[in-house]
């Protein structure tokens, strides 16, 4: 069977139009792997026409960087608006090739180039962890990549994107490639909030050279913080006298920390939090430190809803001088937790080879050896197999249900999710998506590249929602922060299907006739005894009743007709045409009217509660037999 799939595979012709579209994952969408250098791909998309299964599978883009997958039966067409599913991969660089089969027969064919299965981090701290661009013109500047060292490898990963102001509703869903060449003349942002490569290209391609995946990198450190407003923010306290650019109502700094935990590490995983910070805390005791970090650290994991989640934390104190209180503080945080690394001692690079201005990592010399350093303690220690990675969520399943009878609003879409709701109709405008952000007071603004997935989630906050055609996802915050999210469900085409059905009569005798005609159907046309033909001429036996249906892509509509079969009527009868056999009787509750003509061998019976009028034109032929007899019929 898999030799027949493969086959079927390459005639696949080129369709003129595509049927089936692919949302999750993005281009360059880069999933965590779990400690057996395996991850879940989890696959969603919407179909303009009908189809019976889906199948996909990954094709690694280079010669061994990654395992090629056989065919995997991902989805049946199962009355959701949308297709989701999963395929396991190992680590790798791929090119996802999505299938559609109706009746046996590739109905379309669909490529998702650079999905990754890899390793993917959150960078958290200050300056030297977020890199900067302001201060002295001989800093380390490299022309499109911004201040610090880019890469052209094309497996290492950002999202360009940066905002100061951490809202979630402005939070894109895309990726790129960590190089100045993929930006323009733009900086290199590493989103949701740094805005410079500083070391961690070098860090990035490293370990892509050594462990032979791609790298995923989500930017949270913020310049010139203290722990201390990091554990205030992430707890939701007031801070104590922040600096002019830490602003307590976009949550600094915590916030991009938690937008990661919360949001993305949801469609992505996580390995593990690194964290580089200390140089704005000389005159904090070891406690104090060890406290405010445990504290910033128990917050991702209860957010992320893991309670292992992996920190690696830097030994970092320097600004003119090395700070002892503040490196023995990370020593106890890191000999306390077994889930907290020991990252690297950066203090030892002094001088102007190294900083400028006696403070930041921000030569060309001090980006190549602190990336090596951080590429050094993840690749040379226990780290990768230690360390508990957070997996990718899957989808949350919608319910949906066509309403024919609201045309206006036919959609309802619901979910059994408990939570905070939120659901997107449509994407950001422009002046909706600009990213922020600031730099030691110098403002700079981001839009998200045209390929990201821009919601808008305000729309509605129930659990359910009846809606016009159109584009809806949703997203559930569960009680810990974290959220969920569903596929994103294009219905933008949806109609509501139209049916209506005549009958020749609602009434007729046991073993009669009826014509009955369908029409307005807008789709597939169907009857409930399973005929196709219209119209149709059934013998009806005994009551019964009829039911036309039209079907189109996602709704169905049905009109039923009902008719009785009884000899018994209860309005007047008026008989026209001829009688040649014996027929049912005629009995009305009320009277009867009759210009039949009755042939030899003809049989009929008349009765009426009122009268029976034989009208002129009523003929009896010899040999025929008819009575008439007044009484009432049930």
């Known amino acids: 069977m898999k030799k027949l799939i493969v086959y079927l595979i390459l005639l696949i012709p080129s369709f003129a139009s595509s049927q089936i579209t ?13 400690n057996n250098n395996e991850a879940k791909i989890y696959i969603s998309g919407n179909f303009s026409a009908e189809y019976d299964s889906i199948r996909a599978r990954v094709v690694s883009r280079v010669s061994g960087q990654g395992i090629d997958t056989d065919w995997k039966k991902i989805a049946v067409r199962d009355g959701k608006p949308y297709f989701s599913g999963e395929i396991t991969a190992t680590g790798g660089w791929y090119n996802l090739q999505v299938v559609a089969f109706k009746n046996g027969s590739s109905v379309d064919f669909v490529t998702v180039r650079r999905v990754g299965v890899g390793e993917v981090f959150a960078i958290a701290g200050q300056s030297n962890s977020s890199g900067t661009t302001s201060g002295t013109s001989n800093k380390m500047y490299v022309a499109g990549a911004g201040y610090g060292i880019d890469t052209d490898e094309d497996r290492c990963n950002v999202m360009h994107y940066s905002n100061k102001t951490n809202e979630f509703n402005r939070f894109p869903i895309g990726y790129s490639q960590m190089s100045g060449a993929s930006v323009g003349n733009d900086s290199i942002f590493i989103g949701p909030f740094q805005m410079a490569s500083w070391c961690w290209g070098v860090f990035a391609e490293s370990l892509v050279n050594t462990l032979n995946v791609p790298v995923m990198i989500y930017g949270a450190g913020f310049g010139g913080t203290s722990v201390l407003w990091w554990k205030e923010s992430a707890n939701g306290e007031n801070l104590t006298n922040p600096a002019f650019f830490v602003k307590q109502e976009y949550n600094h700094p915590y916030g991009a920390l938690g937008g990661v935990v919360k949001y993305y590490a949801s469609l992505t995983g996580l390995r593990a939090v690194l964290w580089h910070q200390g140089e704005g805390d000389p005159n904090m005791s070891a406690g ?3 406290y405010n970090l445990e504290q910033v650290i128990a917050k991702t994991r209860q957010q992320i809803e893991s309670p292992t989640l992996a920190w690696m934390v830097a030994r970092a104190s320097y600004s003119g001088q090395t700070h002892s209180n503040i490196i023995s503080g990370q020593n106890q945080v890191i000999a306390a937790d077994a889930n907290v690394f020991d990252g690297p001692e950066t203090d030892a690079l002094t001088g102007s080879t190294y900083r400028t201005d006696n403070l930041h990592l921000d030569t060309q010399q001090a980006f190549v050896e602190h990336g090596g350093l951080w590429h050094s303690k993840i690749t040379t220690s226990n780290f990768l197999t230690a360390s508990n990675p957070v997996m990718a969520e899957p989808f949350i399943d919608l319910t949906f ?12 879409l619901s979910t059994n999710v408990s939570g905070e709701y939120g659901w997107s109709n449509r994407i950001n405008t422009p002046s909706e998506s600009i990213g922020y952000v600031s730099d030691y007071g110098q403002n700079y603004s981001i839009i998200p590249n045209s390929s990201y997935l821009r919601l808008n989630w305000t729309y509605d906050s129930t659990s359910s929602i009846t809606v016009a055609p159109g584009k809806y996802a949703l997203n559930v915050e569960k009680a810990s922060g974290k959220r969920l999210f569903s596929p994103y469900v294009d219905l933008s085409a949806l109609s509501v299907p139209l049916i209506s059905v005549t009958s020749s009569a609602t009434q007729v ?5 009826v014509t009955l005609t369908a029409s307005s159907c807008n789709g597939i046309f169907s009857w409930s005894n399973n005929a196709t033909e219209n119209p149709i001429q059934p013998v009806i036996a005994t009551n019964t009743s009829f039911t036309a249906q039209c079907k189109n892509l996602h709704c169905i509509n049905t009109n039923t007709v009902n008719i009785v079969a009884s000899s018994c009527f209860a309005g007047a009868l008026s008989l026209t045409g001829g009688v040649n056999s014996t027929e049912p009787p005629y009995k009305s509750k009320d009277l009867v009217n009759s210009i039949q003509q009755i042939s030899t061998g003809g049989k009929i019976d008349y009765s009426a509660k009122k009268s029976i009028v034989l009208n002129p034109g009523f003929k009896a032929d010899q040999g025929s037999t008819f009575t008439s007899k007044i009484e009432d019929c049930n």
Do not use: A, G, L
């Open 401 to 412: 249900t066509c309403n024919n009878s609201n045309p206006s609003q036919p959609i309802m």
């Open 509 to 513: 005798r046991p073993n009669e006739s």
């Open 288 to 290: 104090d430190y060890k």
């Open 22 to 34: 692919i949302d999750f994952p993005r281009e360059r969408m880069t999933y965590q792997r779990d």
